[in-house]
C-alpha cells in the first residue's frame, strides 16, 4: 500500500507557530515496550531526522535484527503489526495517541516533515505476543518549520449551500434497491489529493470485486505481505457504485472486523473543486442477514464514531485544511442497513475540506507537451490529437522559443537496458534535441544492478563530466533509472550540488508488486527475446524495485536533495502491448490505473512537482521498441508508438523554465 512516506511535502495548513531552537533528545526504545513517549511536541510542518542503532533478538530467530526490522516472512500473514509495510522488529513512530494515530517506518534514519501536531510516539513494529531482547538507541533531532513565525494563508474552504447539500442522497442503496448505510461525510478534494490523503492516515483501497480478492490475496502471499484488502459489496448512489471503498484492519481479524466506507465523486462541484461522498460503518462482527438469513458484518450502530474516526484519521495525514458540520433538510436519526440492522446517528454529515494540490502541474504541462506535439513535432510523422497522448489534453498555441543550453540532461533508464542495445531510451528525443537545439544530451546506461551499485557508477559517471563542463544537469531516470538516481542523490553527497534538478519517468520509485510476485519476470523477457548482452545481476536488480525495498529507502531519505519532477504513464487494456498484458492483467488486482508494470501511486515521485500521465504502457513512453530490428520484439511491442521526443522535449522545456522562475523569485 501506498505509505504515509510516500506524501513527505505535506503542505502546511496552519498558522506559523513562533521559532524555537533546534532540540535534540535521545533515549533507549525497549524491545517490549508498546510505545514510547518521547515527551517531544513536534509542531506542524517541523523537520524530524532520527536516526537508530541498536540490535533486538526474538527467541524465534537465529537472527538479530536492527531498527530496520527483519525480513518479511509467511508468519507475517498471520501477525498483527503497527506498520505492516515493514518486517517484525522495525522502528516505528507516530504523533499523538489517539485512536486514528497511525504508526510510520522510521528503520535506521528518517528524516521527514510532521504532518501534524502533538507528542512523537516511538515503538517497535511486532504483535501484543511477540517478544524480544534488546533495544534500540534513538537520536532525534527536531527543527522548527521554514515559515516559523510566519503566517500561511489557508486554503480556502467555501460554505457548502444548503440547495447543494440536498441534491445529495441520503442513503446508499443495494443491488435489490433497498436503503443501506447513512451519507455521514463529504470530502472536497482533486481525485489525486484524496487518495494521497487516504493513503498518508493509513488507508488501503479495498479490492472492488471477489475476484479481485483472490488474485491479490494470492499474490499477497506470494509477496509475503499482510492481506487488509478483503472486498466490499457494491452499493449505489448517485444511480452507480461506489467509485473507491477503503479499510483499516487487523490482517487476521479483517473479515469479522475493520473501519471501512465507500466514496462516489458528486455529479457536481463546489467552487470548481471535486466533491466526493462517503458512507462509513465500522464492522465489529458477523450478523444474520435478515433478507436471505445468510451471515453478514454486524456494524457498530452509532454510526457517528466512524464518521469522527474517519475525520480524525484524515487530519493525521496534514492534508485538512478545515473540518465542519452540515445536515440535510431531512436528516436520517434513525434508521437499518440493507439488511435489517438498526443503527442511530445526530444526522450531521461531516465536511472534510483538503488542501489544494500545490504540486500538481498536470495541466500547464499538458499545455506544453501538446504545443510541442503540434508545433515542432519533433517525432515526424502524423499524430493526430494531442488528446490520444496525454491525461488531459492541453492548448496546442504556447509561445515556444529555443530550449537553452543552461543544463546538461542525463537519462538514466532502466533494468534490462543493457539488454535492448537497438532501443535505447529516449532514442529520438535525444537526437532532436542536440540536432535542434545544441543541447548536451547522455544516455548513462547501467548494468542490471542493484541501485546501490547503480548509484556509484552513476555519481562516477555525473564527476568525470563535470569535470570537463561545469554546466549542472538535469537528471532524467526511467522506469528503475528513477531509484538508481534517487539513491545516488540520497548516498554520493556530492552529487547534489551537480545536480539542478531529477526528473521521474514512470519511475519505479515506490517499487511493484510485479517485483514482489513474479521475481523471474525479467529472465522470463530476456528467454522469451533471446536477448544477448545483458550486463548485471538481475535478480539483484529486481530485489531493489520490491514495495518493502523502496518503502524502507524512501522512510530513509524522504527528502529530495535538488528540484523533482514526475511524469506517470497509465494505460487501459487498449494501450497495453502483448508482452505486458500478462503483468497488466495482475496489476489490476491491486489498482485500476496503472501501465502494466508499476500502479500510478508507486510511480509518483514525492516531494516532486506532479506533471501528469501520459497515456502510453510502461515501455512505450520511453523504450522505441517499434524501431527495434528483431521482429519478435517489435511483435510483442505492438503498442509502441507515442510521441518520445516530444515527451522528452516538454519535459527539458518544463524543468528548464521552473528552474529559471524559481531562481528568479529569490
Not at 462482527?285 to 457517528?304: A, M, S, V, Y
Not at 532514442?427 to 548513462?444: A, C, F, I, R
Not at 538535469?474 to 534538478?501: M, N, R
Request: charged residues 20%.
Amino acid at each position: 500500500m501506498t505509505t504515509i512516506f510516500r506524501r513527505v511535502a505535506v503542505l502546511q495548513l496552519v498558522f506559523g507557530c513562533l521559532a524555537s531552537a533546534q532540540v535534540k533528545r535521545e533515549l533507549e526504545v525497549k524491545a517490549n515496550d508498546v510505545w514510547t513517549d518521547t515527551t517531544m511536541e513536534v509542531g506542524a510542518g517541523d523537520t524530524i531526522r532520527i536516526t537508530a542503532t541498536g540490535r533486538l533478538q526474538y527467541a524465534d530467530t537465529a537472527t538479530p535484527c536492527n531498527p530496520g526490522g527483519l525480513p518479511r516472512g509467511w508468519m507475517d500473514l498471520l501477525r498483527q503489526l503497527p506498520y505492516n509495510g515493514a518486517g517484525r522488529g522495525a522502528l516505528v513512530g507516530r504523533i499523538g495517541d489517539s485512536a486514528a494515530a497511525r504508526a510510520f517506518l522510521i528503520g535506521p534514519r528518517t528524516e521527514r516533515s510532521a504532518p501534524l501536531s502533538g507528542h512523537l510516539y516511538l515503538g517497535v513494529n511486532q504483535g501484543n505476543n511477540d517478544r524480544a531482547d534488546g533495544s534500540y538507541h534513538v537520536v532525534i533531532e527536531k527543527v522548527a518549520a521554514v515559515n516559523a513565525g510566519q503566517k500561511v494563508k489557508p486554503t480556502e474552504a467555501p460554505p457548502f449551500p444548503q440547495d447543494l447539500l440536498d441534491k445529495i442522497p441520503t442513503r446508499v442503496l443495494d443491488a435489490g434497491g433497498n436503503q443501506g448505510d447513512r451519507v455521514n461525510f463529504i470530502i472536497i478534494g482533486s481525485e489525486q489529493k484524496v487518495q494521497a490523503a487516504f493513503a498518508a492516515a493509513g488507508w488501503s483501497k479495498v479490492d472492488p470485486t471477489k475476484k479481485d480478492a483472490v488474485m491479490r490475496g494470492f499474490l499477497s502471499s506470494l509477496s509475503k505481505q499482510a492481506y487488509v484488502t478483503m472486498p466490499m459489496s457494491e452499493l449505489t448512489l448517485f444511480g452507480r457504485v461506489q467509485d473507491y471503498g477503503y479499510a483499516q484492519g487487523d490482517p487476521v481479524r479483517v473479515v469479522a472486523s475493520r473501519h471501512h466506507f465507500r466514496i462516489w465523486k458528486a455529479p457536481f462541484t463546489l467552487a470548481g473543486q471535486t466533491v466526493w461522498v462517503g458512507a462509513g460503518t465500522h464492522d465489529i462482527g458477523f450478523d444474520r442477514d435478515q433478507r436471505n438469513n445468510g451471515l453478514t458484518h454486524k456494524i457498530d450502530p452509532d454510526t457517528d464514531k466512524e464518521r469522527d474516526y474517519i475525520g480524525e484519521s484524515l487530519q493525521q495525514s496534514g492534508m485538512v485544511t478545515k473540518l465542519d458540520y452540515a445536515q440535510f433538510a431531512n436528516p436520517v436519526k434513525e434508521a437499518k442497513t440493507a439488511h435489517g440492522e438498526a443503527f442511530h446517528s445526530d444526522g450531521r454529515t461531516m465536511l472534510i475540506y483538503l488542501a489544494a494540490d500545490e504540486t500538481d502541474f498536470a495541466p500547464r504541462f499538458a499545455d506544453l507537451f501538446c504545443s510541442v506535439l503540434k508545433q515542432n513535432n519533433p517525432d515526424a510523422g502524423e499524430w493526430g490529437t494531442c488528446d490520444q497522448y496525454i491525461d488531459g489534453a492541453g492548448r496546442t498555441d504556447l509561445k515556444l522559443a529555443a530550449v537553452p543550453t543552461t543544463y546538461r540532461v542525463v537519462i538514466v533508464p532502466g533494468l534490462m537496458s543493457s539488454c535492448f542495445a537497438d532501443s535505447p531510451a529516449f532514442l529520438e528525443g535525444q537526437k532532436s534535441l542536440k540536432e535542434n537545439y545544441g543541447l548536451s544530451v547522455e544516455l548513462l546506461s547501467v548494468p542490471n544492478d542493484a541501485s546501490e551499485d547503480n548509484a556509484k557508477i552513476i555519481a562516477k559517471a555525473l564527476r568525470e563530466w563535470a569535470q570537463a563542463d561545469p554546466r549542472k544537469f538535469i537528471l532524467v531516470g526511467y522506469s528503475k533509472g528513477a531509484p538508481d538516481l534517487q539513491v545516488a542523490l540520497a548516498k554520493e553527497l556530492d552529487l547534489a550540488a551537480l545536480a539542478a534538478a531529477i526528473v521521474s519517468v514512470a519511475g519505479a520509485v515506490g517499487g511493484s508488486p510485479i517485483a514482489d510476485a513474479l521475481p523471474q519476470m525479467a529472465e522470463r523477457y530476456v528467454s522469451l527475446y533471446q536477448l544477448k548482452g545483458c550486463q548485471g545481476d538481475l535478480a539483484a536488480g529486481f530485489r531493489s524495485l520490491k514495495t518493502e525495498t523502496r518503502h524502507a529507502f524512501l522512510a530513509s531519505y524522504p527528502r529530495t536533495p535538488v528540484p523533482a519532477y514526475s511524469v506517470v504513464a497509465k494505460a487501459d487494456k487498449t494501450r497495453i502491448s502483448k508482452s505486458l498484458l500478462q503483468t497488466w492483467q495482475l496489476l489490476t488486482a491491486f489498482g485500476a490505473v496503472q501501465d502494466g508494470q508499476l500502479l500510478l501511486e508507486d510511480a509518483i515521485y514525492p516531494d516532486a512537482k506532479y506533471l501528469g500521465a501520459v497515456l502510453a504502457d510502461h515501455f512505450a513512453i520511453a523504450l522505441p521498441f517499434d524501431k527495434s530490428n528483431a521482429g519478435a520484439i517489435r511483435a510483442g511491442m505492438d503498442k509502441n508508438k507515442f510521441p518520445r521526443a516530444a515527451l522528452l522535449e516538454a519535459i527539458v522545456r518544463f524543468v528548464t523554465n521552473d528552474l529559471e522562475s524559481s531562481a528568479q523569485a529569490q
